[in-house]
C-alpha cells in the first residue's frame, strides 16, 4: 500500500512520529507521500524525508486556506525550491481551492492556483489537489492547461458521479480515496462503483478524517489499510488486487518516487 497524502510531519505526532511511521511499515505501506501547507511545514517535512529516505517524499505548495495577504511573496520563496533541479520534490502541493469556511480571499486563492498549475507544467511535475465547496471554480482554472499534459491527484474526493466522471475527463488525474469512504452514511462507495478501479489512489490525510473503525481518532498512515480493505470490497476484489493496482496508479502519476 502507499499513503499518498499524509501530514505526519505535523504537531500533531510530534510525541509518536518515529513510533507512528514503523506503525505505518508494520501495516504494510510502503510509502508515504507527503504534502507541504505552507513555509512553516517545509523544514518538519523534509526533515522527516531524511529520517526515512525513500519512504516519505515531499511535495512543495501552498495550501488555499494558507493564502493569504503575502501569498505572492511566498509561492516567489517555494518557486524558487522547485528551480534547484536537484530538489526532492515529486509534486506540486497541496493546492487548490476552499472557500467552505471563508471566501474573503476567494480571488487570491483562484490566482495561487493558477501560478501552482503553471508550477506543474514548468517543472515536469504532477498536482496534488484539495478542493472543497470550490468544483465549478475549480474545473475552471484546471481546464486552460489541458492540452499541457497536467496530471495528479484529485485529494480526499467526496462528491457527486457526475463531479467524478468531469474531474476524470482530465485523463493524467486519478482520485484520492481516503476515510471518509468508510464511514457508514457515506454515498462514496456508489459513486466508485461507476469509476475505474486504475483512476483511484489510497490516501489517509492524516491526522484528519480517520477511517472505521478509528473515526473521530488521531488518523494515521498505518490506517490507509482499512480504506484498501473497503476498496476491496466496494469493487469486488482481493485487497492484494486493490493493492497492486492502486500502487501501480501511484507510480504513474508520481514518476519522480524512486
Not at 18 to 38: D, H, K, S, T, Y
Request: charged share 25%; with cysteine.
Amino acid at each position: 500500500m502507499i499513503d499518498t497524502h499524509s501530514h505526519i510531519y505535523g504537531p500533531e505526532f510530534e510525541e509518536d512520529r518515529e513510533l507512528v511511521v514503523q506503525r505505518a511499515r508494520q501495516a504494510g505501506v510502503e510509502r508515504i507521500l507527503l504534502p507541504n501547507i505552507n513555509e512553516e511545514s517545509i523544514e518538519p517535512m523534509l526533515s522527516l524525508c531524511r529520517s526515512n529516505p525513500g519512504y516519505c517524499y515531499p511535495m512543495m505548495g501552498l495550501h488555499p486556506e494558507d493564502v493569504t495577504d503575502d501569498y505572492l511573496q511566498v509561492l516567489s520563496r517555494m518557486e524558487a525550491l522547485l528551480e534547484d533541479p536537484s530538489h526532492p520534490y515529486i509534486a506540486v502541493g497541496e493546492v487548490g481551492l476552499d472557500f467552505y469556511w471563508d471566501a474573503s480571499y476567494k480571488q487570491q486563492q483562484i490566482d495561487a492556483f493558477s501560478r501552482q498549475i503553471e508550477w506543474a507544467v514548468r517543472y515536469g511535475l504532477p498536482l496534488m489537489i484539495h478542493s472543497r465547496s470550490a468544483h465549478s471554480e475549480l474545473v475552471q482554472a484546471l481546464r486552460p492547461y489541458m492540452s499541457e499534459g497536467v496530471s495528479g491527484v484529485f485529494h480526499c474526493f467526496g462528491g457527486t458521479l457526475e463531479e467524478a466522471q468531469e474531474l476524470l475527463t482530465f485523463d493524467g488525474f486519478v482520485l484520492g480515496i481516503g476515510g471518509v469512504s468508510t464511514f457508514k452514511k457515506s454515498p462514496l462507495s456508489d459513486v466508485l462503483r461507476h469509476i475505474p478501479l486504475q483512476r483511484i489512489v489510497l490516501e489517509t490525510d492524516s491526522p484528519y478524517l480517520a477511517p472505521t473503525p478509528y473515526r473521530g481518532k488521531r488518523n494515521e498512515s498505518a490506517y490507509v489499510v482499512e480504506v484498501m480493505r473497503k476498496m476491496a470490497d466496494i469493487y469486488n476484489v482481493t485487497p492484494e488486487e486493490v493493492e497492486k493496482v492502486t500502487n501501480a496508479n501511484v507510480k504513474r502519476v508520481f514518476p519522480r518516487m524512486k
